[in-house]
């Protein structure tokens, strides 16, 4: 099964989740600026909020790929004041015509004070169970 993991993260919460899912997968993670090449089983996508929204690189990047040559995405992120980016990103790979999973991960990300220190160590446990899931 060929895995692979993309990310958009401006405070490295992605970044750091995306860390746990590759762990799992056994592939290395990269930011959305990495195009994908070739055909892939399993697409991660992970992404947090900023002023209310996913940052538009996660578009850019869904238009850049061919739906055909990914069979699922799964979409992991966090945020500290609406209930999750997944849906957003649900949307957007939708609408390019991408088979989304039901299956989601979210957690709380920490905006300062505000949820600080998240994800923790705990959300990163549960990120890890939830990888094995889809995974192994
Ligand atoms: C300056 C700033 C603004 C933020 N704005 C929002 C927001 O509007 N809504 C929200 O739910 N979370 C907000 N957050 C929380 C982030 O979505 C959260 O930290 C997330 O983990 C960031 O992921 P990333 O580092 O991968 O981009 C904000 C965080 C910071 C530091």
Request: hydrophobic residues 40%; positive net charge.
């Amino acid at each position: 099964m060929k895995t692979a993991i993309r990310y958009y993260s401006k405070f490295g919460h992605s970044a750091k989740m995306a860390e746990v899912v590759g762990e799992v997968a056994g592939v290395k993670p990269a930011s959305v600026d990495t195009p994908l090449t070739g055909e892939v089983d399993i697409l991660f996508i992970g992404a947090g909020v900023f002023l209310g929204t996913v940052n538009g690189r996660i578009k850019e990047f869904a238009r850049s790929l061919d739906p055909k040559k990914v069979k699922k995405v799964v979409l992991f992120g966090s945020s500290a004041l609406i209930k999750s980016p997944v849906p957003q990103m649900r949307t957007i790979f939708e609408e390019f015509g991408f088979n989304v999973a039901a299956e989601s991960f979210t957690c709380r990300g920490a905006m300062g004070p505000v949820h600080s220190g998240h994800p923790d160590a705990n959300d990163l446990q549960d990120l890890r169970e939830f990888t094995k899931t889809i995974c192994l």
